[in-house]
């Protein structure tokens, strides 16, 4: 292939958006980013750094800032598209009407539809053809932009159905500090890569509490099962649970101080109101969402979900956090 059919469209200037297009860049692929504004455009790319959502990581000067989707669409193989899960349909029209069957549609969007309680693959698939929907690509794992931007070393999972396409996008984003891993299971991938923020968000309100070690540790095994059962109910496979994109990511976003929905969940202990808190946030925290379709799911198909309910119910009720850790604690005896 020729560097121009494997140049790489990025929609979303998010901190992931603008990381991913940073390492394709540094291994001499040829780069657009999709801005939805003209301003916005000339802004990055006069100061060649998005001081808004990545500051202080600047751009190689080979990736070009492009606000015409149509120039930036038609000459790309890969199309990224790293934007927030409730603008990812809106991006999917936009790009819609220039897009042709060889060309591969990669998500890294972590996150549920909370209109349509859909995962991106099925807001996609309204749009693309067969064959776009046989090479579209799932990106995830525990990736937190950040780190990666500053060169730290990282993993993640590419999932697509077709093999050929996953081997192909896993060896355009490998580099000597990001290793990329394949796999089949485009609905376990994206399943756990959205359900994690649900427990990270719990995972923050035990850290804003106080609670200790012990109890962390314990909401986030739980959690796990919690993720791997409703997964389980789509037909995912049980190793992805455990590889990447499961526990992987998981383990870092309950942990980490770049972590959202980890903050989001600490600033709620706090007493803090959903509201009050994202607004002062300059990305998005996709766990808040994501929380009300897996809960809106989990009780319409019977799925036993206990801590996607007690994190929904202080979020959108306004259960005391600590009465909601009450409620878990009292819940019946049962075998793990």
Known sequence: MTSMQNKVTVMGTTSWGITLACLLANKNIPVDIWTRTEIEAQSIQNDREDKKHLPGI????SITIN??????????????????S?????????LINYLNDNQVI????????????????????EYISYKQNNTFSVLSGPNLAKEIANGLPASSVIASLSSETAQDIQNMLTTK??????????????????????????AGIVDGLNLGNNAKSALVT???????????????QETTFYGLAGIG??????SSDYSRNRYVGEQLAMGNNIDSIT???????EGINTTKAIYSISQSKNIEMPITSMVYQIIFENLSPMDAFSVLMDRELTTE
Do not use: Q
């Open 67 to 84: 606000h015409d989707l149509e120039s930036c669409i038609k000459n790309s193989k890969y199309i990224l598209l790293a934007v927030p």
């Open 177 to 202: 500090t990001f290793r990329v891993y394949r796999s089949s299971d485009v609905t376990g991938v994206e399943l756990c890569g959205s359900l994690k923020n649900i427990i990270a968000i719990g």
């Open 249 to 254: 990511d998981l383990m870092t976003t309950i």
């Open 279 to 285: 607004n002062n946030m300059t990305n998005v925290a």
């Open 58 to 61: 600047t751009l190689p000067k």
């Open 86 to 94: 409730h603008s990812f349909r809106d991006n999917m029209i936009n």
């Open 222 to 236: 739980r959690g796990l099962a919690e993720i791997k059962r409703f997964a389980m109910a789509y037909n995912a």
């Open 106 to 125: 990669i998500s890294a969007t972590k996150g549920i539809e909370i209109k349509t309680n859909k995962r991106m693959s099925e807001v996609a698939a």
